[in-house]
């Protein structure tokens, strides 16, 4: 068999069929039919590249024909001209909007013919290869999209066990600060929630990835890990040179910070990280450490996270103190607003207390299940 391509030429005249037949027989293989119906019949055992449809015809006309060549996807796609004796406007109009792709007015040049359904088999077959293209660019871009998405998950997960094996790593060493890296990160996420809630700072938190951000919430005091067993673990209060020593804690963490994100590009996930550890101990008024950076030159993150953080100092037993009750943790940070923390962020504190009492609850609860005693109040 020839790789010619078919043509079916669909005219109610012998006369018609045989004029087109000589016209393309020289390119093609033409099969000519007498009707529509007989076209049909013909189209379950032959794909055409094209149809030339006659427009007058018994029992069923080409218009009747082409609509049900559109309604099948099997031969939606077949080109189809009309050739026929109607010359008006209007009948090529209706030929065209039913779908055909020309219009061919008998009596015909055979010339005519044979160039006009050269030039659309060549577009078809062109648009065809577009379309496949187009297929194998749909398939080659959705599995680059699997690819992405698989990746971004594998480096998702990476960031989150650095996260907590440097958190746990201070958590080891620093005992006696028991879940404060977990209990911190639950109230820093009541007053990130609060904030977006009310839609505060919206030009900073737009660009938070607030996920990441709460994880790495986990390193604000990974600098103890700098800090010696004396003074980290000591069981009274810290006398003032213990004192200097402890508020190192916030240089060295960001330094360790630094120096992971240094060593690859892949850890600029760390950035919030180095926020919280560097800014967690400044105070609102310029008295906090350890650069005495004061009002809103402390970042926003420092400054929410100083609250989250006494809140539980506070709230959490000590070797040298006891845990206090969370509403003498409320009255001790709403009496530093302005001074330790920032006015706006306490009024916001103060509207999500009862939050911050349940998860303060819920951790106590679990302490006391674990068999951790009644440390905590
Ligand atoms: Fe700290
Ligand atoms: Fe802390």
Redesign the pocket.
Known sequence: MDDRKTIIIVDDSIANLKIGKNALMSLYNVFTVLSAKKMFELLERNKPALILLDVDMPDMDGYEAIKLLKENPDTLKIPVIFLTGKNEIEDEMKGLTLGAIDYISKPFSPFILRKRVEMHILVNSQQRVLEEQRKELQKFNNNLQNLVAEKTKTVVELQNAVLRTMSDIVDRRDDVTGSHIERVQAYLKILVDGLMERKLYEDITKDWDVDLLLLSSQL??I??IGISDSVLQKKDALNEEEFEIMKR??TIGVEVIKKIEARSSACDFLEYAAVFAGT??ERWDGSGYPKGLSGENIPLLGRLLAIA?VYDAITSKRPYKKALTHDKAVKLIAAGKGTHFAPDLVDLFEEVVDKFAAVQNEFVVAFALSGGGGGLP
Do not use: R, V
Request: aromatic share 0%; net charge negative; charged share 35%.
């Open positions: 604000h005091d600098g103890k804690h916030t967690h101990h953080d």
